[in-house]
């Protein structure tokens, strides 16, 4: 089979000019073996090892589901029977999971109205990972499935009036980068509430009546306005001082629509619940009695009830607090773990939520409110995998390079997930993307393969700039300090090696979209401690990653990572690029990537792979034609973990081809 693809990429770069143009056709020279297998493009990478695969199946098996919402008296979830995630009804708690939708693209995004009668819901589905989301009316009378939207452009974050009379949501149709925000009635047409000239404009709840909007305009993690929008009058203004830049989650109408509960790190490190009158402007802090973030809520139909979920370490907690006493209800234990998608049920009486924890794949859960009873509405199937024998993760901390500000060594959060036995055990290092994410204990199948099957501790840290820590510690990595975070990496390497149990000589590293970045970057900085990379649809230079992504996020990103079109900023964002710093690496990559990522765009990719080839060092690279930013068909997920685990077999544990 001819190398299209290649030939189509060492084309365009014939097309370009300057050094790394030079570099990148030194690349073409040599075209690598390739296979193509489906949707998936191969280039390079090793053959499966039998027993390693079918070892790694039983883990691949393992399914999970997300609690989407109340379907009147059901739970609406969100799981996969086959290659796709489709939309699922279940009556009862650990009642049979009745498939909806079936489409032949994913829908795992849906929104049901809030009422004990509805005659069906609204669901996102895109094509090919494009993140271009369309919304479809799903009908329960008749089962089938209407698009509401253009086909083209990028419709998200529907939110329902308590009524189930009207629904509004964030779209870019107008000119393809602003976003725009349009109300409906089910079974009308569109309406446009407000045009806007920015990015990031999302609702946050309809007011009671169906006259107002709650609205956010996020600019960055720790910077996020409010305002209020009238649909008589179309009046908009701020509710919240826009001279102020403060964090800001989850925002909700009270019960009668004259005050406003929104978390926020106002006034403090960490995001606690806050009430805004409306009427007087005045603030009030709700949960100053918890010391770390309230990451969601909800708010009860009847107003009485706050439910809370903390991000304590990393773990997330449960809480329910009573309004306006503000007292804390007990509750029934819950598995470790992440908890996630909150909604109370039309009539108040269940709270329904997603956990996930290490040994606990995603599934949907609800509590009881009259009797506090926990029940569970999923229970996934594990793959012939004892649940009991999935590793949990320790959480720990390393000293790092600089000071905080107390003037003692600053210290990073993360989590070990240990390898069996004595050791000394090699390592993988997991680093998440965002920037502004977190690695929590969630149900990781690969992680687990690792641990139990390969022998690898995998360690997952929280660098600077991670969520969850308080916003000082999420701004130490903006701007100028990014490559701070490569830093904490180093320190990393350091701690490891004083572990009797770990092997400093086979470290490797992996991480996924800025995560991909991390993972070049410390193979930029570290060639002589890390053997192996892997970067997962990852940043290869800030530059070309700013040029390149979709116009609706580029501003959004410039926030974080700074404006490419500042002399002194695209100087600094040149220095720093993996990809200007190949000749560094000393260490084999394998690099994934969707075609069609409106985040990170493929030529991240594509460029990265053609100047480390230039220079000679091996190279697996795997591109999905059908995928954007992730790996959400099962076929692509297990082929690309399965490479994964045959490459560090090769060259961080050094087994033969």
């Known amino acids: 089979m001819r190398n299209i693809r290649g030939f189509e990429r060492c084309a365009a770069i014939r097309r370009s000019a300057g050094l790394i143009a030079a570099l990148l056709l030194a690349g073409c020279a040599a075209q690598p073996s390739h296979e193509q297998r489906g949707s998936l493009r191969i280039e390079g990478a090793g053959q499966p090892n039998a027993q390693r695969q079918a070892a790694l199946k039983a883990y691949q098996d393992v399914r999970g589901a997300r609690f989407r919402g109340w379907l009147n008296e059901s739970a609406l979830v969100a799981t996969r029977f086959g290659e796709l995630t489709q939309l699922h009804r279940v009556a009862r708690p650990l009642g049979m999971r009745e498939q909806l939708t079936f489409g032949a693209q994913p829908a795992s995004l849906a929104w049901p109205p809030p009422v004990a009668d509805a005659q069906g819901f609204v669901f996102a589905s895109d094509v090919g990972g494009s993140e271009n989301y369309q919304l479809f009316w799903f009908d329960l009378a008749s089962g089938a499935a209407t698009l509401l939207t253009n086909g083209r452009s990028r419709y998200t974050g529907v939110r329902w009036s308590r009524s189930g009379a009207l629904y509004a949501y964030s779209t870019t149709e107008r000119n393809g980068r602003s976003w725009d925000i349009h109300v409906r009635a089910p079974g009308g047409a569109p309406r446009v509430a407000l045009e806007t000239d920015d990015v990031g404009w999302y609702v946050q709840d309809i007011a009671p009546g169906d006259e107002r909007l709650l609205l956010s305009r996020y600019v960055s993690i720790g910077e996020t ?335 974080e990572y700074g404006d490419e079109r500042d002399p002194e900023m695209r100087s600094f964002q040149e220095r720093i690029a993996p990809l200007n710093q190949v000749d560094r690496i000393a260490g084999p990559l394998l690099i994934y990537q969707g075609l069609n990522d409106p985040r990170v765009p493929a030529g991240e990719s594509e460029q990265m792979v053609a100047a480390l080839r230039a220079r000679g060092i091996p190279v697996w690279y795997i591109v999905a034609a059908d995928e954007g930013h992730g790996m959400r068909r099962r076929s692509t997920r297990d082929y690309v973990y399965s490479a994964t685990a045959e490459f560090l077999a090769r060259y961080l544990l050094d087994e033969p081809e």
Request: charged fraction near 25%.
């Open 225 to 559: 306005y409010l305002y209020e929008l009238s649909l008589t009058g179309g009046g908009l203004r701020a509710l919240l001082d826009t001279h102020s830049k403060i964090g800001i989650g989850d925002a909700r109408y009270a019960r009668d629509g004259a005050a406003v509960y929104f978390s926020s790190d106002l006034g403090g490190e960490f995001r606690r619940v806050q009430r805004l009158d409306l009427a007087t402007g005045r603030i009030e802090a709700l949960t100053d009695a918890i010391p770390w973030d309230v990451e969601a809520f909800a708010v009860a139909p009847d107003g009485g009830t706050l439910a809370l979920v903390v991000n304590e370490r990393g773990l997330s907690r449960l809480a329910l607090l009573t309004l306006p006493e503000r007292r804390l209800l007990a509750l029934p234990e819950l598995p470790v773990g992440v908890i996630s998608g909150l909604a109370f049920s039309s009539a108040g009486d269940r709270l329904g939520f997603t956990l996930s924890g290490p040994q606990t794949p995603s599934d949907a859960f609800s509590v009881d409110l009259s009797t506090r009873k926990l029940r569970r509405w999923t229970r996934s199937e594990m793959g012939g995998i004892e649940a009991d024998s999935l590793v949990v993760p320790e959480p720990f901390e390393f000293d790092t390079f600089d000071l905080g500000r107390d003037g003692s060594v600053r210290r990073v959060p993360a989590f070990a997930y240990r390898a069996a036995g004595p050791g000394p055990h090699p390592v993988v290092i997991n680093i998440h993307g965002g920037p502004e994410s977190q690695h929590r204990p969630r149900f990781r199948h690969f992680t687990q393969y690792l641990v139990a099957e390969l022998g690898i501790t995998v360690i997952a840290p929280n660098v600077r700039g991670s969520f969850g820590y308080g916003k000082h510690y999420l701004g130490l990595d903006d701007g100028f300090a990014r490559e701070d975070s490569v830093r904490d990496i180093g320190a990393l390497l350091d701690w490891i090696a004083g572990q009797e149990d770990l092997d400093v000589q086979r470290v490797a590293v992996l991480g996924g979209s800025y995560g991909g970045y991390m993972s070049l970057a410390s193979m930029v900085h570290y060639p002589d401690r890390l053997r192996a990379g892997v970067d997962l649809f990852g940043i290869s230079n800030f530059v070309t990653f700013l040029e390149g992504t979709k116009a609706y996020r580029r501003d959004l990103r410039r926030r």
